[in-house]
């Protein structure tokens, strides 16, 4: 009962930051995990444990999937390299860097210990950097590298993080060995969350037109992706990505146009949930991680915390330059892919923000190593990824969107005009479909209005393409006004209703397309 009066007061304080993040336009998981630090620090409030194997097991699939299932798997395939690049060398090479630098200046780390730390924070978190470059003016290619990046370095990562694990706790490492296993684990993983999406794809042509079984059906894949893995013992992660990057390429075919809307409506609705929790938990396990840092004074802490939260941002940063400009030495390179300007390269190089799944895997540490001995430095590195995380979100998170004004990047308006040739590709098309189909079939009156639908969707794409867009005031303005008309639409829709000259029915069936006209609209001005 106390576990559930929690979430719920976890829901309402969630909810509440939204909207102010909203208005202040701070990434919603800084402000979350700030205000998790200060509920942490009242006096008296219970101390609330962020349990890894929750995080994992709950919190993870749904989160992976449901990015995985928003990425373009043709725009993956085509960042592959790159993103390659930043989730597996990236973090085996922020490991090292991280580990060098901790066992260098921290004294007593051993080097098995400073490899687990590394581990521990080298990937950096998939939701952290959505909701830090959302709404930014980037590049849709840079979104689909960090989107991509984020999606599979925990596998990396957690691989890693296995390994460092046993190397400390057994006293035993084989790098040929762990190298090996790395292929298989992530290999093995991927095929099965193939298999995975396959299975549930048969599984949704069989009910068609059940918008809930659907919408239901998607909140069972990652778990299943998820579970399924990790019970013979391969990337579970990986499994959920790749269930996910296929199940949203093949959604087009699987799903109504009811269920879409639904399973869109009821994810958002969990993801914000989720994500919203996980940050403010994070928050609140300050009280954690400082148990058992007597040792330690605080001056001494910070300083631990800035010399590896300065290293895992540096070595991101010397990574990404070289790693993306020397492969292009290879003409195969240079002639596929278009070479990227140091500003947005800038971008990802400074999009390094660390998350949840980084301070599971510092709490899932186990207590003793061999011979029942206590695991040394356990807390200490709890205490670091702690640091890492708040540095990360709050510096890089905060200075992203001033970067990038900073560096004048421009949106590429070449996907909108691809889209619009798109549209006036489908609209003359079905035009050419009516005339050649319905002509005979239909009244001259008939087929008028049938095709006066797709004549002025034409008339309006033309009319974009050749005269000057409005002005984003303008846009903005016109918008308000066609909100406002709705709404005036829903008043009377509404007192008709209280008047008894409509039924609740006839109410929900109006209100429901004066909705989809809305939605209509929002999307015209994203």
Request: glycine share 6%; hydrophobic share 50%.
């Amino acid at each position: 009962m106390e576990n559930i009066a929690t979430v719920i007061i976890l829901l309402a304080v969630v909810t509440a930051l939204a909207e102010v993040t909203d208005r202040i336009k701070v990434p919603y998981p800084i402000l979350l995990v700030l205000a998790g630090i200060a509920i942490s620090l009242v006096p008296g409030l219970p101390v609330i444990t962020l349990n890894p194997e929750v995080v994992f097991l709950v919190f993870l699939p749904p989160i992976l999937y449901a990015a995985a299932w928003t990425t373009s798997l043709a725009e993956f395939k085509a960042a592959r390299r790159s993103i390659t690049l930043l989730a597996t060398g990236c973090v085996i090479f922020t490991t090292c860097a991280v580990a060098w630098v901790a066992h260098i200046f921290i004294p007593d780390l051993s080097w098995p210990e400073a490899f687990v730390l590394g581990a521990i924070i080298s990937p950096p978190d998939a939701v952290a950097a959505a909701a830090a470059t959302k709404g930014l003016a980037i590049p849709k290619r840079v979104t689909t590298i960090l989107e991509g990046e984020s999606l599979v370095n925990d596998a990396t990562g957690l691989i890693a993080y296995k390994y460092a694990v046993a190397a400390v706790v057994t006293g035993v490492f084989n790098v040929w060995e762990a190298g090996l296993q790395f292929f298989v684990v992530a290999g093995v993983g991927i095929v099965l969350g193939l298999l995975v999406g396959l299975v549930f794809k048969w599984i949704h042509k069989l009910t068609p037109d059940n918008p809930t079984t659907d919408t239901t059906l998607t909140f069972l894949a990652p778990f299943v992706a998820y579970l399924s893995a990790e019970s013979i013992h391969v990337s579970g992660v990986l499994a959920v990505v790749v269930c996910g990057l296929y199940l949203g390429r093949q959604s087009s075919k699987i799903f109504s146009q009811q269920g879409r809307l639904q399973a869109y409506g009821v994810w958002d609705t969990v993801i914000f949930m989720l994500n919203g929790i996980i940050f403010i938990l994070i928050g609140l396990q300050l009280r954690v991680v400082m148990e058992g840092m007597e040792e330690h004074s605080f001056g001494t802490l910070l300083w631990y915390g800035a010399i590896v939260s300065v290293a895992v941002i540096l070595g991101r940063i010397i990574w990404v330059y070289p790693g993306t400009y020397i492969p292009r030495i290879i003409k195969r390179i240079r002639t596929t892919e278009p070479k990227p300007s140091m500003k947005t390269v800038t971008v990802v190089a400074w999009s390094g923000m660390r998350g949840v799944v980084s301070l599971a895997a510092a709490l899932a540490l186990p207590l003793t190593t061999m011979g029942d001995e206590p695991f040394h430095n356990r807390n200490l590195i709890i205490f670091l990824t702690f640091c890492v995380i708040l540095s990360t979100l709050v510096l890089q998170g905060l200075t992203l969107r001033p970067l990038i004004n900073w560096l004048g990047i421009e949106v590429d308006n070449a996907e909108h005009e691809r889209e619009q040739q798109a549209r006036l590709r489908i609209a003359s098309s079905v035009i050419e479909h009516i005339e050649e189909n319905y002509s005979l079939a239909l009244s001259d009156e008939v087929l008028n209005q049938i095709k006066t639908k797709y004549e002025i969707r034409i008339q309006r794409i033309r009319k974009d393409q050749t005269q000057q867009r409005l002005a984003e005031q303008e846009i903005n303005e016109f918008h308000r006004i066609q909100k406002e008309l709705l709404n005036r639409e829903r008043e009377l829709t509404l007192s008709l209703r209280d008047q008894g000259k409509i039924s609740d029915e006839a109410l929900r069936k109006i209100e429901y397309e004066l909705d989809l006209e809305e939605t209509r609209l929002i999307l015209e001005q994203a």
